[in-house]
């Protein structure tokens, strides 16, 4: 079985990395530990970060919802938005 690539996490051993853009226009980098920031449910897990913006000050809440295999199945972002990796600028 084929599964698309992920757009907007990347999984990179025991974090996920991702960029938030706040409304300001702001990109934050975030590192995400699986092991102490995702939490289980019955579904799978569940990942609610809050980002303050570290110039503008702005204030965003990340959150994702991951099948079992910690697959993200659902992402959303309440004051900005997530930054496709393709995009992101070492």
């Known amino acids: 079985m084929f599964f698309r690539r ?3 996490l990347k999984s990179e051993g025991r974090f996920f990395l991702c ?3 706040t409304t300001s226009g702001e990109v ?3 590192r995400i530990s699986k092991t102490a920031e995702v939490s289980p449910t019955r ?5 609610r970060k ?3 913006a570290p110039k503008s000050l702005d204030r965003a ?3 994702v919802w991951f099948d079992r295999r910690m697959r993200p199945v659902r992402k959303e972002v309440e004051g900005g938005e997530l930054v496709p990796v393709k ?3 070492e």
Do not use: C, N, Q
């Open 28 to 30: 934050v980098p975030l």
């Open 87 to 89: 995009e992101w600028r």
């Open 6 to 8: 992920e757009e907007h």
């Open 43 to 47: 579904e799978g897990y569940f990942l």
């Open 61 to 63: 809440v990340l959150r």
């Open 19 to 21: 960029r938030v853009r």
């Open 50 to 52: 809050a980002i303050v």
